[in-house]
Structure formats: structure tokens, C-alpha cells
């Protein structure tokens, strides 16, 4: 305070004989105190940009002011300010992420600027489009995309509910999800950076009529077990019971394979039923059995995808479309 009131001093006793000249005749209590105008300090943006490495720094953005400015950093590991040997401040960006750099000037006053360190001027995906193809009603999950050169700090949002995006905020590997319906749609993901980049990705979605996708079927026919399944589930009693239990037997031209449990207290059972002599590879008219503490019945279509001295592998399925969904099952009997 002491040094504001030193300035003010000085300022009055350099004016008071001009003062004094010029108003000989006033009242000495009417004499106008004088004022000293100094401009408000101010920036030229509320927020400073600043690329990483000492080639991209940028010159202290102060549009006017007290002069005699001072400036220091309150994140000095993100951004900095040095002196150039001009003698003007500038900001040097080194780790990607928000700063902040007070300013004084001669005025004693204080104000506080915002900076944005980047690594880069362009958010980069490595997908612009990515199409899902799903069995109707199923979803299905990608780890495909991701950035490629970003900023760090990544968000990311998808305008169809329908299609479900995360994204590992560090890293930038995505996740997408989504579920087909039995009509096409899309949705276009947005993936933002610390710095306020954004990039897009149009993803659609449709749907197969076929029960299993080729990598499900291969699975089932590369097993070297039992198996039995119905909509994702199967009989908690099948692993302890099934090793004695498996079936395939032809009654008045219909063959059952597939899993049975008898005893004189209760029946276990997962079965496909089919003509006697349906040929591999060739769709007919079926059913799925299933049956625990009550029998469930399914009817819909079943195909035998091997049938020889290995293994059975046989599929049952039903497309719904007003549901949406095909219900799906199977049976895998190692011979």
C-alpha cells in the first residue's frame, strides 16, 4: 500500500504547479484532484491453445494493460512461461491437459488465463464406418476401433440407444454394442479429446435370418464334449448326469437324439426331434424338448450339421420376427 500511495505522490506534485498556474483566482477547496487513466488489463482470448515442444510456443496473448508486466504458471508441468530474447512472455506447452498463467502488469493488476496443451490438430480414428451383422435379436461387441492420434482425456456418445460406446479414456480403444432389430438402422458415434476435438463413426446395424453366425458353428463342431443348449441356457442336472445319458433312437419315423435322463422318480431331457433319415445339411420341420420338473415343446426348424462316426452336431431354431428374435438350440453328442 505503502507503494501505491508513493506513486500517487509523485503523480500529484508533478501536476500541482500547473494546477496551482491555472487556477490562482479558485478557492483552494475547489481545486479538481487529478486522476491517473490506466487501461484495464485484458487478453485476446479466454483461452490460449498451445501445441507441445518448444518450436510451438506462443506469445503471452495480452491485448492491453498497465505494462511492466509479470507472469508465472500454476501448472508448470503442463504449461510454462519463459522470456524470449525479445523480452516478451511466452507459454510452452509439455503434457497434454489444462493451465492456468497469472498475469500482473504496473497497475497492480492481476488476471488469470486459461491454457489448452494438444499433441495434435486432428483427432484420428482408425474407423470412419463400422457395420455390425447380427443373428436377429442377439448383440454382438466390438473391439475393432480405436484412436489413433488424439489428445488424450477421449469421451464418447452415441445418438442411437440402441448402439451402446465406451471408450478408455487414456488408451482410446472403443467399445461398441449393439442388438439388431428386423429393420436396418444406424447410429453415429462421436468421440471427443481433452482438447475439444471430435471425430465420428457411422456404425450400422442389421440382422441375419441364419441361427448361428459361421464362428459359432465352427465352435460346436470342433467340440470334443457333450453339449445341449436352449437360448443360452441348459439343465443345471446335465453335466453330472450327461456322460451315461445320451440318446439317439428312431420310434414310428421320428428320430430323438440328444440328452435323457430316465428313473422311476423323474425325467431329464434336451432333445431335437426330426424325420428318420434327414440328410446333413438339409432344413426340416423339428422340434426342441425339454423337460425338468415340466415338459416344454418347441416347434421350428432343425438342421443336422454332422451326423457321422465322430460326432452329432444338430441345431434348432424358430425366427420370430414380429418379437424380433429367433429362438435357437442345440445338440452335440461326442459318439
Given at each position: 500500500?505503502?507503494?501505491?500511495?508513493?506513486?500517487?505522490?509523485?503523480?500529484?506534485?508533478?501536476?500541482?504547479?500547473?494546477?496551482?498556474?491555472?487556477?490562482?483566482?479558485?478557492?483552494?477547496?475547489?481545486?479538481?484532484?487529478?486522476?491517473?487513466?490506466?487501461?484495464?488489463?485484458?487478453?485476446?482470448?479466454?483461452?490460449?491453445?498451445?501445441?507441445?515442444?518448444?518450436?510451438?510456443?506462443?506469445?503471452?496473448?495480452?491485448?492491453?494493460?498497465?505494462?511492466?508486466?509479470?507472469?508465472?504458471?500454476?501448472?508448470?508441468?503442463?504449461?510454462?512461461?519463459?522470456?524470449?530474447?525479445?523480452?516478451?512472455?511466452?507459454?510452452?506447452?509439455?503434457?497434454?491437459?489444462?493451465?492456468?498463467?497469472?498475469?500482473?502488469?504496473?497497475?497492480?493488476?492481476?488476471?488469470?488465463?486459461?491454457?489448452?496443451?494438444?499433441?495434435?490438430?486432428?483427432?484420428?480414428?482408425?474407423?470412419?464406418?463400422?457395420?455390425?451383422?447380427t443373428v436377429l435379436g442377439k448383440s454382438a461387441t466390438s473391439k475393432e476401433c480405436a484412436v489413433v492420434l488424439g489428445?488424450?482425456?477421449?469421451?464418447?456418445?452415441?445418438?442411437?440407444?440402441?448402439?451402446?460406446?465406451?471408450i478408455d479414456r487414456e488408451t482410446g480403444e472403443i467399445t461398441l454394442t449393439a442388438t439388431s432389430g428386423k429393420d436396418?438402422?444406424?447410429?453415429?458415434?462421436?468421440?471427443?479429446?481433452?482438447?475439444?476435438?471430435?471425430?465420428?463413426?457411422?456404425?450400422?446395424?442389421?440382422?441375419?435370418?441364419?441361427?448361428?453366425?459361421?464362428?459359432?458353428?465352427?465352435?460346436?463342431?470342433?467340440?470334443?464334449?457333450?453339449?445341449?443348449?436352449?437360448?443360452?441356457?441348459?439343465?443345471?442336472?446335465?453335466?453330472?448326469?450327461?456322460?451315461?445319458?445320451?440318446?439317439?433312437?428312431?420310434?414310428?419315423?421320428?428320430?430323438?437324439?440328444?440328452?435323457?435322463?430316465?428313473?422311476?422318480?423323474?425325467?431329464?431331457?434336451?432333445?431335437?426331434?426330426?424325420?428318420?433319415?434327414?440328410?446333413?445339411?438339409?432344413?426340416?420341420?423339428?422340434?426342441?424338448?425339454?423337460?425338468?420338473?415340466?415338459?416344454?415343446?418347441?416347434?421350428?426348424?432343425?438342421?443336422?450339421?454332422?451326423?457321422?462316426?465322430?460326432?452329432?452336431?444338430?441345431?434348432?431354431?424358430?425366427?420370430?420376427?414380429?418379437?424380433?428374435?429367433?429362438?435357437?438350440?442345440?445338440v452335440v453328442m461326442i459318439k
Amino acid at each position: 500500500m505503502k507503494f501505491k500511495y508513493h506513486i500517487l505522490s509523485v503523480a500529484l506534485a508533478a501536476l500541482l504547479p500547473t494546477t496551482f498556474a491555472s487556477c490562482s483566482d479558485d478557492n483552494e477547496d475547489d481545486a479538481p484532484v487529478p486522476v491517473v487513466d490506466t487501461e484495464e488489463l485484458t487478453f485476446s482470448t479466454d483461452l490460449q491453445k498451445v501445441k507441445i515442444g518448444a518450436e510451438n510456443k506462443v506469445l503471452l496473448p495480452i491485448e492491453k494493460g498497465a505494462g511492466n508486466y509479470q507472469a508465472f504458471s500454476l501448472n508448470p508441468e503442463i504449461a510454462d512461461v519463459t522470456v524470449g530474447d525479445d523480452g516478451n512472455y511466452y507459454i510452452e506447452g509439455f503434457q497434454n491437459g489444462f493451465a492456468y498463467v497469472v498475469v500482473s502488469d504496473a497497475a497492480n493488476a492481476y488476471k488469470r488465463l486459461a491454457v489448452s496443451v494438444y499433441t495434435t490438430d486432428q483427432l484420428q480414428l482408425s474407423h470412419d464406418a463400422y457395420s455390425f451383422v447380427t443373428v436377429l435379436g442377439k448383440s454382438a461387441t466390438s473391439k475393432e476401433c480405436a484412436v489413433v492420434l488424439g489428445n488424450g482425456g477421449y469421451s464418447i456418445d452415441s445418438d442411437n440407444a440402441k448402439v451402446k460406446a465406451t471408450i478408455d479414456r487414456e488408451t482410446g480403444e472403443i467399445t461398441l454394442t449393439a442388438t439388431s432389430g428386423k429393420d436396418e438402422y444406424a447410429a453415429v458415434v462421436t468421440v471427443s479429446d481433452i482438447s475439444g476435438l471430435s471425430a465420428t463413426i457411422n456404425v450400422s446395424v442389421k440382422a441375419t435370418l441364419d441361427p448361428y453366425t459361421q464362428s459359432e458353428i465352427d465352435q460346436l463342431m470342433a467340440s470334443e464334449k457333450n453339449l445341449i443348449d436352449y437360448n443360452g441356457t441348459h439343465s443345471s442336472y446335465f453335466e453330472y448326469y450327461q456322460p451315461q445319458t445320451m440318446v439317439n433312437r428312431t420310434e414310428n419315423g421320428i428320430t430323438t437324439t440328444g440328452w435323457e435322463r430316465v428313473s422311476p422318480y423323474y425325467t431329464y431331457k434336451h432333445v431335437l426331434t426330426y424325420p428318420e433319415g434327414t440328410a446333413v445339411g438339409v432344413e426340416v420341420d423339428g422340434s426342441l424338448i425339454k423337460q425338468q420338473y415340466s415338459t416344454e415343446t418347441y416347434t421350428g426348424k432343425v438342421k443336422i450339421l454332422a451326423d457321422d462316426d465322430k460326432h452329432f452336431v444338430g441345431i434348432f431354431y424358430k425366427v420370430d420376427l414380429e418379437a424380433e428374435r429367433i429362438d435357437r438350440g442345440y445338440v452335440v453328442m461326442i459318439k
